[in-house]
């Protein structure tokens, strides 16, 4: 076997077992070096440029009177050699190897892919749940109605939207802005697990249930989940409601600042004192 980095290598084993553990046993990510065949090929995992994204399928369909599912595996971690590299650049990596995406029915019904938008090194990161109606136009996450609330969310929290990175779990509009399908949010959501890799946020805002269950691997209610601060993947994961559900009941949003005070505490930002909240 050619000799490499013994971390890229662990890392390449982990993340092959991971797939291999799926029972997917061919996939692709991008080009692979000789090194990383040789890796796949003690694996037992073939490694191809021409076959489809793997698709992590669930055995249970999304319904909210269901109880918990089963946890959403996720793979492993890139290393941090691959991480420190140019983040500007890796997320434009992953972006063309999405491509002009077919992988699940979603594409169907889009006008654009929202792949993400902010500081490709930001501190803190907001994950939704998918584009609506204007994303799906303009190509950029939370722009519509429900995004001006979030731009003033992040700006009661002394930040501006341009400090911030913002994605969503599927990108690609659900018709009608129905829930993502488990098939097609499984299918998504490794983009968006590599999007992470790459900006390594010190904070993660998941906006609402759909956010919290693929992130966190498993479904429960949402104020389960609430109220504290979950460890994920080298990140602090923090769950509230998403800006559509405030909308719809704004009673809510004084539960919401609470949660994005969570996150600034986590972060080292001033919190406002009672005068000025």
């Known amino acids: 076997m050619p000799s490499f980095d013994l971390a890229t290598r662990d890392a390449l084993q982990a993340r092959l077992r991971f797939y291999r553990e799926l029972g997917l046993t061919e996939f692709y990510r991008r080009p692979v070096t000789v090194g990383e065949a040789a890796v796949a090929e003690s694996e037992g995992v073939s490694v191809s440029t021409e076959v489809a994204e793997p698709q992590i399928q669930s055995d249970v369909q999304e319904n909210t009177s269901i109880p918990p599912r089963k946890p959403i595996a996720t793979p492993p971690p890139l290393v941090a050699s691959a991480v420190e590299q140019d983040r500007a650049a890796a997320l434009h990596l992953i972006q063309e190897d999405i491509g002009d995406c077919t992988r699940c029915a979603l594409h169907k019904g889009r006008s654009k892919l929202v ?19 204007d994303e799906d136009a ?20 002394g930040l501006k939207r341009e400090q ?3 994605a969503n779990v599927v990108k690609c509009r659900p018709p009608q802005n129905r829930t993502p399908e488990p098939d097609e949010a499984n299918t998504c959501s490794p983009f968006l697990f590599r999007q992470i890799d790459v900006i390594q946020p010190e904070v993660i805002v998941a906006l609402g249930a759909t956010a919290a269950t693929y992130l966190l691997g498993q479904r429960q209610p949402l104020a389960g ?15 509230t409601y998403h800006p559509a559900f405030l909308l719809r009941d704004p009673r809510q949003k004084k539960e919401a600042w609470a949660d994005l005070q969570i996150a600034m505490r986590e972060l080292g930002l001033k919190l406002p004192t009672k005068s000025e909240g």
């Open 225 to 239: 989940l609430r109220g504290r601060v979950h460890a994920w993947r080298g990140s602090k994961l923090i769950v």
């Open 164 to 166: 911030v990175y913002i």
């Open 115 to 133: 792949f993400g938008d902010g500081d490709p090194e930001a501190r803190l990161m907001f994950v939704g749940e998918g584009p609506g109606a």
């Open 138 to 157: 303009q190509g950029l996450p939370f722009v519509g109605r429900a995004g001006q609330l979030l731009n003033n969310m992040i700006s009661a929290m």
